[in-house]
C-alpha cells in the first residue's frame, strides 16, 4: 500500500494514476474527496494535516508514502514526517523544490529543506525531488492573455528548464516502485532552459494571436501575487528562484527524468499541445 498526500495537485494526481497503472495499492489522503476522481481501486480518505490522529491512521499498513503539501505549510509535512516515524512505513518521497539547494537564501528553501531533514531522520528510506518551475504556471498567464494579449513576469532574460508536472509524478512513482533511489535528492528539470519571453514566443504561435511580454520590476511583481493572495515567503522564494539562472536553481537541464523514467522529459512545446485549450478565454 503506498498513501499519497497532495493526492489532488499538480503533481500528485499524476502519481495516483501512475501508481495505479504500476498495479500498486493506492491510498489517497485529501481534505476533500470529492475532488478525488480516481480509478475505483483506489482507496479515498478524508483527512486534515492539522490532525496527527487521521495522518497516522492513513499509514496503517502503508509500505511507501509520496508527500507533498502546501508550500507555506512546513507544520504539515513535520506532522507526517512524525507520523511516518510511529507508522513504520518503509520508504517515502518527498515534493520539494530546487529552493531547497544550498545556499538557501529564501524563507521558502528553508522550509523545504527542514521539512527534508525530517523526512531523513524519519527512520524511513527516503528520497527528495527538486524540481525546478513547473511548465504549468504558465497557466497562471491565461487572465492577461485572455484580457489585453500580454505576459506580466519579471526577470525576463533568465532561462529555467521548467519541467512537465507528469515527469514529476513519473519520477516519483519510479523512485517508491524500484530500488536503488534512497538516500537520493534529484534534481529535475525538463529538456531545454527557456526565457519567460520565449515561452510567451511559442504561446503566442500555439494560440495564433500576437502577445507581448512585459519585463515588470520584481518588487512590482512581489506586491502584485500577496495581493493575489500568496504568501509572502513563497513568493519570495518564487522570485529568488526566478532571479538564479544557475544550475542549482533550474537553470540548466539535467538529465535526471531519463535516468530514473528511461524515457526524456516533455518539451515546453509538448505539454503546451496538450494543455492549449486552458489558455483559451
Not at 27 to 49: C, I, K, N
Not at 64 to 83: F, I, K, M, N, Q
Request: charged share 20%.
Amino acid at each position: 500500500m503506498i498513501v499519497v498526500f497532495g493526492s489532488t495537485g499538480n503533481v500528485g494526481r499524476h502519481v495516483v494514476t501512475g501508481l495505479v497503472a504500476a498495479g500498486e495499492r493506492v491510498r489517497a489522503f485529501t481534505r476533500d474527496p470529492a475532488r478525488a476522481r480516481f480509478d475505483e481501486s483506489v482507496e479515498v480518505v478524508a483527512g486534515d494535516l492539522r490532525d496527527p490522529g487521521t495522518v497516522l491512521a492513513a499509514l496503517t499498513g502503508a509500505d511507501g508514502v509520496y508527500v507533498a503539501t502546501s508550500p507555506d505549510a512546513l507544520a504539515h509535512e513535520l506532522a507526517v514526517a512524525a507520523a511516518l516515524r510511529r507508522s513504520g512505513a518503509g520508504r517515502v518521497v518527498k515534493l520539494s523544490s530546487v529552493a531547497a539547494n544550498a545556499p538557501v537564501t529564501d524563507s521558502y528553501g528553508a522550509a523545504h529543506a527542514a521539512a527534508e531533514n525530517a523526512f531523513m531522520d524519519s527512520g524511513a528510506e527516503w528520497t527528495v525531488l527538486r524540481p525546478a518551475g513547473y511548465m504549468s504556471n504558465v497557466l497562471q498567464w491565461r487572465s492577461s492573455i485572455t484580457s489585453q494579449g500580454r505576459v506580466y513576469q519579471p526577470y525576463g532574460k533568465v532561462r529555467r528548464a521548467v519541467i512537465d508536472p507528469e515527469d514529476v509524478a513519473a519520477v516519483a512513482v519510479a523512485c517508491l516502485t524500484t530500488a536503488g533511489h534512497h538516500g537520493k535528492a534529484y534534481q529535475l528539470t525538463g529538456p531545454e532552459a527557456l526565457t519567460a519571453p520565449q515561452q510567451t514566443a511559442r504561446v503566442s504561435v500555439a494560440l495564433g494571436r500576437p502577445l507581448e511580454f512585459v519585463d515588470v520590476d520584481p518588487e512590482q511583481a512581489r506586491n502584485g501575487m500577496i495581493r493575489a493572495g500568496m504568501p509572502p515567503e513563497l513568493v519570495d522564494g518564487l522570485l529568488s528562484s526566478m532571479a538564479d539562472p544557475g544550475p542549482l536553481r533550474g537553470g540548466t537541464p539535467q538529465s535526471t527524468v531519463r535516468q530514473i523514467t528511461g524515457r526524456p522529459p516533455a518539451t515546453f512545446d509538448s505539454w503546451l499541445a496538450r494543455h492549449l485549450t486552458e489558455l483559451h478565454g
